[in-house]
């Protein structure tokens, strides 16, 4: 049974940084294609990040610079690195994992299996 689970959400400061880990069980995890989402209250969730077994990476336009998706294939982790935090990165953050290739990393519906989402809250 897949399992995504993530972590290291928190509350910082406007500029401050912070790192999520997301921990991958249940499958062989290089041969998926690994995502972080976000969704804020009243919004749809969107993607921000997306990365493929070669280490291809894909970002959307209000992250880029700013945040840095990676992956421990050996530890079956992926990470989104976060610096130069705004206000409005303040979501729920959610790991994602599609099983068959894809054409839009960021979108929802590439997708098929998902984590319970980490809490990130950035102050002004």
């Known amino acids: 049974q897949v399992q995504l689970v993530e972590s290291g959400g928190g509350s910082v400061q406007a500029g401050g940084s912070l790192r999520l880990s997301c921990a991958a069980s249940?499958?062989?995890?290089?041969?998926?294609?690994m995502a972080w989402f976000r969704q804020a209250p009243g919004k749809k969730r969107e993607g921000v990040a997306a990365?493929?077994?070669?280490?291809?990476?894909s970002y959307a336009d209000s992250v880029k610079g700013r945040f840095t998706i990676s992956q421990d294939n050996a530890k079956n982790t992926l990470y989104l690195q976060m610096n130069s935090l705004k206000p409005e990165d303040t979501a729920m953050y959610y790991c994602?994992?599609?099983?068959?290739?894809?054409?839009?990393?960021?979108?929802?519906?590439?997708?098929?299996?998902w984590g319970q989402g980490t809490q990130v809250t950035v102050s002004s």
């Open positions: 994602a994992a599609a099983t068959t290739p894809i054409r839009d990393r960021l979108s929802v519906g590439s997708y098929n299996y």
């Open positions: 249940g499958y062989t995890y290089s041969d998926y294609y």
């Open positions: 990365i493929d077994s070669d280490g291809g990476t």
